[in-house]
């Protein structure tokens, strides 16, 4: 690829010895934690050297990604093309979606419960107790009601607990939040069964997200997958771009339904443009970073991946099971909920943990060898344990 550096070398600036020696420093401690993580949802299986050049531009999509304003230094026909990947992924309905790339899952959940509340002024947001931690910030931001709803011990919601309480709230829309691979046991909420519930109420009047963070990459590419997307009645979707798919700075979708969104849009005349997104000026990097994913890998690549993830999910599960430790994990998951290891190894492993338990994330990309050491290490650390008592 081209040179597309603007300034001539030396007109460079140039960093003291003490500030490189500092970013070494980063990058070697970088190298050693990316390699150790095994707690977490992101994957590590990617390389974008070939999209560093555009790091020497003013990128900005600024406004919503379907309009061309004043300002042209965007990538928004990349952005166009990624939405429209998914938007057929999903099933959206044909010529009548829209959606942009986010910051990630947080602001995609942001503005799926701000278009709701747009919608129905009147509505209740009802999410489990299982749902993501921002949801209840995002929910104070927008000043929504809501109601809290049990979750059933695999992290699923509570259907009974979620048809009684809508019983009892006819007064007002339900807006349901749904968990597509819930925090910590990536369950998933199934849609149809809620779509159920609101015939059987005779609920005629509902909004249903589904919040996709991780699962949104895999449901696709399984058999029988729990139901989630626009053919089963989700209004709206969010999907994290760095967790399953991967990506050196965090990003993310959000999908819906044009008409929806075309009932709230406003136009600014400063910057010939649509305010339909959350933020104003928006990150122009992140939809090139999902679009050079997406065409490099194509759906046999993603599914390849998808499979790999899961054949490793149910090698570890197997191990973990040898060496007597109770774990499980939800059909098609690439998550492992087990007890909580000692500090030391949650810290040296980076697990994300309840005070009760843990899990791993077998994204793709996690060095399998490194797993294997670690329940090597907390087998032995249970044995210490048993033994002492
Ligand atoms: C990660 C996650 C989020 C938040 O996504 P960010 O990209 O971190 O903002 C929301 N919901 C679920 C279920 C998640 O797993």
Redesign the pocket.
């Known amino acids: 690829m081209m040179n597309t550096n603007s300034l001539a070398p030396e007109a460079m600036p140039t960093l003291s010895i003490e500030d490189q020696q500092r970013l070494d420093d980063l990058l070697t401690q970088s190298l050693v934690l990316n390699d150790n993580y095994m707690g977490y949802?992101a994957a590590k299986d990617f390389n974008y050297e070939f999209l560093t050049p555009f790091l020497n531009f003013q990128l900005n999509n600024i406004g919503d990604p379907f309009v061309t304003g004043t300002w042209r230094g965007d990538t928004k026909q990349f952005e166009q093309e990624v939405m429209a990947f998914f938007a057929e992924l999903y099933h959206a309905p044909k010529d009548n979606w829209w959606g942009y790339v986010t910051n990630?899952?947080?602001?995609g959940?942001l503005y799926a419960l701000y278009l709701a509340r747009e919608l129905y002024p009147d509505g209740t947001v009802y999410f489990s107790q299982d749902s993501?931690y921002?949801v209840n910030k995002n929910l104070q931001f927008l000043n929504m009601r809501n109601n809290m709803i049990r979750s059933l011990p695999n992290g699923e919601i509570d259907y009974e607990d979620l048809r009684e309480t809508l019983k009892v709230n006819t007064d007002s829309t339900p807006i349901i939040f749904a968990?597509i691979?819930?925090?910590m046991t990536e369950a998933r909420d199934d849609i149809k069964k809620i779509k159920n519930i609101m015939i059987e109420l005779g609920i005629e009047r509902y909004y249903i997200h589904s919040?996709a963070?991780?699962s949104g990459m895999i449901l696709p590419f399984v058999d029988n997958p729990s139901p989630f997307d626009f053919a089963d009645g989700a209004d709206s979707i969010t999907l994290?771009g760095?967790?399953f798919l991967g990506s050196p700075i965090?990003c993310?979708i959000v999908i819906t339904k044009k008409d929806m969104v075309d009932r709230i849009a406003r136009s600014v005349a400063y910057i010939g443009n649509l305010d339909t997104t959350v933020t104003g000026s928006r990150n122009a990097l992140s939809p090139l970073i999902l679009w050079y994913r997406i065409r490099s890998l194509g759906l046999e690549g993603i599914q390849r991946r998808v499979n790999s993830a899961l054949a490793m999910t149910e090698r570890v599960l197997d191990k973990l099971k040898a060496a007597g430790i109770e774990a499980w994990r939800n059909p098609n998951t690439i998550t492992i909920v087990m007890p909580r290891p000692s500090d030391t190894l949650v810290n040296r492993w980076q697990i994300a943990s309840t005070e009760s338990f843990s899990h791993l994330i077998l994204v793709n990309g996690i060095n399998e060898a490194k797993v294997n050491q670690f329940i090597e290490e907390f087998a032995a650390e249970r044995q210490r344990k048993e033994e002492a008592s």
């Open positions: 949802p990630g899952g947080t602001e959940n993501h921002s968990n691979g819930s925090t919040d963070a991780l994290s760095h967790k965090p993310g």
